[in-house]
C-alpha cells in the first residue's frame, strides 16, 4: 500500500473444527509484503503470536519476526501520555480513545463491540448447532474487524496530522 493509495483490508475467521494456525500463516505471509510496517493497536498478543508461530513455523521464523518487528502500535503515544483527552476517561482502551480523538467513530452501534465480545461470539459461533445464528454472529464479528481496522486507519490519520502541527 502506498501512503494516500487505497485501502485493503484483509480478513480471517477460523473456526475450531480445525486448526486455524496454518491457514492463518499462509495468509499474514501472503497479505503482509516484507518490509511492511504493520499498525496494531496495544499490539502485545500480536506480537506474542507471531513468536509463536516463529517456533512453532521454524521454516517461516525470520519472515515472522520481520513483521513482529515492522509493528507500529498506535497506543504508544497515550500510553507515554504524549496525547490526553479528559474525554478518554483515564482509559487506554481504543473503545474510549477512538471517540475522544474522532468524535464520529464509535464502537457503541456494533453488534459486537469489543474484543473480549468478539472472543465470547467466537466460541458461540463455533458451538451452536443453528446455521442461521453462526452466519450471523460470524457477519457480526467481520463488521466488527472492519470497523476496528478503519479505526486504525482514521487514528493514525490523526495522530499523523498531530505530529505535523
Known amino acids: 500500500m502506498e501512503p494516500n493509495g487505497p485501502l485493503h483490508h ?91 480523538m474522532i468524535p464520529e467513530l464509535s464502537f457503541e452501534t456494533l453488534h459486537v463491540a469489543s474484543g473480549l465480545e468478539a472472543t465470547v461470539r467466537f466460541l458461540q459461533s463455533s458451538l451452536t448447532s443453528s446455521r442461521h445464528k453462526k452466519q450471523s454472529i460470524r457477519k457480526a464479528l467481520y463488521e466488527y474487524c472492519r470497523h476496528d481496522t478503519y479505526a486504525l486507519v482514521k487514528l493514525l490519520e490523526k495522530l499523523s496530522r498531530l505530529s505535523e502541527e
Open 10 to 100: 484483509y480478513e480471517f475467521l477460523g473456526t475450531l473444527q480445525r486448526d486455524p494456525r496454518p491457514l492463518i500463516l499462509r495468509r499474514l505471509l501472503k497479505e503482509i509484503p516484507s518490509g511492511t510496517c504493520v499498525i496494531t493497536y496495544s499490539g502485545d498478543l500480536e506480537k506474542q503470536t507471531l513468536r509463536t508461530f516463529g517456533e512453532l513455523y521454524k521454516k517461516h521464523h525470520d519472515r515472522l519476526m520481520a513483521i513482529h518487528d515492522a509493528i507500529v502500535d498506535l497506543k504508544t503515544p497515550f500510553e507515554k501520555l504524549m496525547i490526553y483527552k479528559k474525554e478518554m476517561k483515564g482509559s487506554l482502551s481504543l473503545k474510549d480513545i477512538l471517540p475522544a
